[in-house]
């Protein structure tokens, strides 16, 4: 099997937890995973040498909160909001409603289109939801086609209550059959805990019924308005609360005491002209940050993890380290995949060889050069991607 080093690196980032960020170093892949990581004036002998000439060297971005099984376009809701309509949950059943009238084609060839914009830019795992069926056949077909196109795939059938069905028959709905008909393809369950979606004990049913089926637990909380959504997840041990917008005191708290990573959406607090979430204090708390695009038609329609990074730098006040970590193990830490053989998100000896390289001799130049895509090449389980692919999305036309 062909070794590969990597060397003339200006600036290797690991975030394995020591060292994480370090000069004059190199690696080698070999198997799709790191075979050595050391000083770049000692290298191992390998088969092939690739130098990157004084760019920086880090993990491909975990990418851990998406909804990329949509079909349909909102940007005139967009507009709108842009000129002074609030968001509410209500304009999810647009989505709703061309994602039921789309083939399966369709909505895979939209998914992996906007997958291959992702890698483009350097997001080498990728968590994606349901929740744009909202029936049973609906749900079970976008679960499938997720399975197919993203790392780890969430059952997010508790997005809304539909038209033309109760709360109580919906929630049966969710809880039984269509969760049943799930299952075979995802590994975690989500509920939309807010005003306008559902309460905190319609979401503890939901999450429930998802622990019984073996699911790990996710909830958005706290988007629109203070709410229960943060203290649930909390206490059912969630592997993360996403959004968290509008933190108490008493959040912040239970976060900081807790395993539950919170998730950060800077793009769709900007598109939802909500206040940042509070990402400075949550560190300083001792909270466990994640950042993530959120891509999705309605509130966040971007799969630029390096927009997201700079703006947690430029507007929430975190670090450029801060913001890299929570954009790479971080993530790995909300989908529960930032320790073992499995691990994503660091770059460690014996881990996934996953990672980019940057057309910078730094990662400050992430918010330094904020709007400028920055990626130049990615490997992914050792392989690096052919430009021809991580340029599909803009090529078919
Ligand atoms: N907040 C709930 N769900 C999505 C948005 C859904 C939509 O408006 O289409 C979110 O994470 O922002
Ligand atoms: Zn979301």
Redesign the pocket.
Known sequence: MTSELITDIGELSTFAGHEDRRANAALVIENGRIAWIGDAEHPPVADVRTSVGGRAVLPGWVDS?S?LV?AGD?SAEFEARMAGTK?A?G??S??VNATRAATDAQLESNLRALRDEARAQGTTFLETKT??GLDVDTERRSAEIASRGADVVTF?GA??VPEGISARDYLDLVTGPMLAAVTPWVSFIDV?C?RG?FDVEQAREVLLAGRAAGLGLRV?GN??GQGGGVALAVELGAASV??CNYLTPADLDALAGSDTVATV?PA?DLS?REPLAPARALLDAGVTVAIAT?C?????YTTSMQFCIATAVLQMHLTVEEAVRAATRGGARALGRDSGADAVGSLRVGGRADLQVLDAPSISHIAYRPGVPLTAATWLLGQRLPPAVTRAARAAF
């Open positions: 909160h909804h949509f909102r968001y949950a304009g999810i647009t989505t929740g744009y997010l997005h809304l939309f807010e979606a958005h988007q629109l996403d959004h959406l769709c939802t959120n999705n038609p309605g509130t966040s």
